[in-house]
């Protein structure tokens, strides 16, 4: 019911700052907890950070822990990824995904647990 689409990926060097965002078409945005995941080539898709569906409750990767800030505006049903003070293996696709699971909580860390997925953008992180 939900389509969600990322943009602001680039190619950045290490230190600097991007701001990703991922906007919903469809239905039922406002009442869904958000995520970010991330997948570099030859990896497994990782956790990055997530939102519950009123913004109150935010988790994340400890490794992005203070350098990444996940944040909601449901009245643009559009959620962000601000990630500063960027490394080299920060560098991966990212991707959004929706949920409309009630009191996920940790949960939200996986990625099973959501049910709609965005295309992904590119970030690139130079040395």
């Known amino acids: 019911q939900v389509q969600l689409v990322e943009s602001g990926g680039g190619l950045v060097q290490a230190g600097d700052s991007l701001r990703l965002s991922c906007a919903a078409s469809g239905r039922t945005f406002s009442s869904d907890a958000m995520g970010w995941f991330r997948q570099a080539p030859g990896k497994e898709r990782e956790f990055v950070a997530a939102?519950?569906?009123?913004?109150?409750?935010?988790y994340y990767a400890d490794s992005v822990k203070g350098r990444f800030t996940i944040s909601r505006d449901n009245a643009k049903n559009t959620v962000y990824l601000q990630m500063n003070s960027l490394k080299p293996e920060d560098t991966a696709v990212y991707y959004c995904?929706?949920?409309?699971?009630?009191?996920?909580?940790?949960?939200?860390?996986?990625?099973?647990?959501?049910?709609?997925w965005g295309q992904g953008t590119q970030v690139t992180v130079s040395s």
């Open positions: 995904a929706a949920t409309g699971a009630v009191g996920a909580g940790n949960l939200l860390r996986r990625g099973n647990e959501y049910d709609y």
């Open positions: 939102i519950s569906w009123s913004g109150g409750s935010t």
